[in-house]
């Protein structure tokens, strides 16, 4: 039973050593290929064998497991994850008790790690548009409404898939958007409060130091350091064809991935929202 104090760095590495300690006893030694003979009074692995297939001391890995205040590298964490078989939320849940970064998450997520109900969530929103985006703004899927809008508002096909590169690196952008003046600064905002978390993170840093590069105006924005949340706005396009289209933008948290959430474009006016069903038919 994890100790109750009022020091919260005492009481997360109580609950550091009682994670560690239940994670360890559910793994069996033939499971990280660790020969099985003769009586254990430990349930699972114990501490030593641990401490070996991870690569770390005994004394240290047993003092973690003790709650001690010791430091632990993120190449340590990521060892004694892959030992005790953590899964994903297990391993960002090792990384917080102890006081680390959050785990890198996946630079993408193709289309097949997408679970498949996330997929038909989206497809199913028709005639609202809607993609799935992660922390970066990478687009990772999205339903034929977004596609039908963005095609007709973008003069350059955005091979980068990302919702940051293409607004900063196309100029049509700006005439399409009626309230750029809003907009581009909220959207770099959004994508530096993110970034805080990613520091580490050689691809987020390499996508800041090109998109500086290619976008005078984004560089700009970066330069003054403002953030924002994700939240509800209005966004305003003048179509091509279909003349003022007016949305109120939504964002869907996808708890199966963490990190990662639906942007939706909801019609604000019913003039809208004919144009949309117009240009989907």
């Known amino acids: 039973m994890t100790s109750t104090t009022a020091d919260p760095r005492t009481a997360r590495r109580a609950e550091l050593a009682d994670f560690l300690r239940v994670r360890r006893e559910r793994v069996t030694p033939g499971e990280v290929g660790l020969a099985v003979g003769g009586r254990r009074r430990t349930p699972g692995l114990r501490r030593e064998e641990v401490a070996q297939l991870a690569g770390v001391g005994v004394t240290w890995y047993t003092w973690l497991e003790q709650g001690r205040p010791i430091n632990a590298s993120t190449q340590v964490l990521d060892a004694v994850a892959r030992v005790l ?109 993110a970034y805080v978390e990613h520091l580490h993170d050689p691809r987020w840093r390499a996508f800041v130091t090109d998109l500086r590069a290619h976008s005078d105006e984004f560089a700009h924005l970066w330069d003054r350091h403002e953030v924002a949340a994700p939240a509800t706005s209005h966004r305003v396009f003048r179509h091509p064809s279909a003349g003022r289209l007016a949305f109120t933008t939504l964002s869907l948290e996808v708890t199966e991935m963490p990190g990662c959430r639906i942007l939706t474009y909801v019609p604000a006016d019913e003039p809208t929202r004919a144009a949309m069903l117009e240009l989907t038919a």
Do not use: K
């Not at 960002?92 to 102890?98: C, M, S, V």
């Not at 409404?145 to 096909?157: A, G």
């Not at 607004?167 to 005439?175: L, N």
């Open 85 to 193: 078989h953590l899964d994903p939320a297990e391993h960002q849940h090792l990384y917080r008790l102890a006081g680390a970064r959050a785990a890198l998450p996946p630079d993408r997520a193709s289309h097949a790690e997408i679970p498949a109900p996330v997929r038909e969530v989206v497809a199913a929103m028709h005639p609202i548009p809607a993609t799935l985006i992660n922390e970066r703004f990478d687009l990772l899927v999205w339903n034929q409404p977004w596609q039908t809008l963005i095609e007709t508002l973008y003069d350059v096909p955005c091979g980068h898939r990302n919702l940051m590169w293409c607004s900063f690196t196309d100029p049509q952008v700006r005439a399409g958007v009626e309230n750029w003046e809003f907009e581009g600064p909220h959207l770099v905002a959004m994508f530096r409060a």
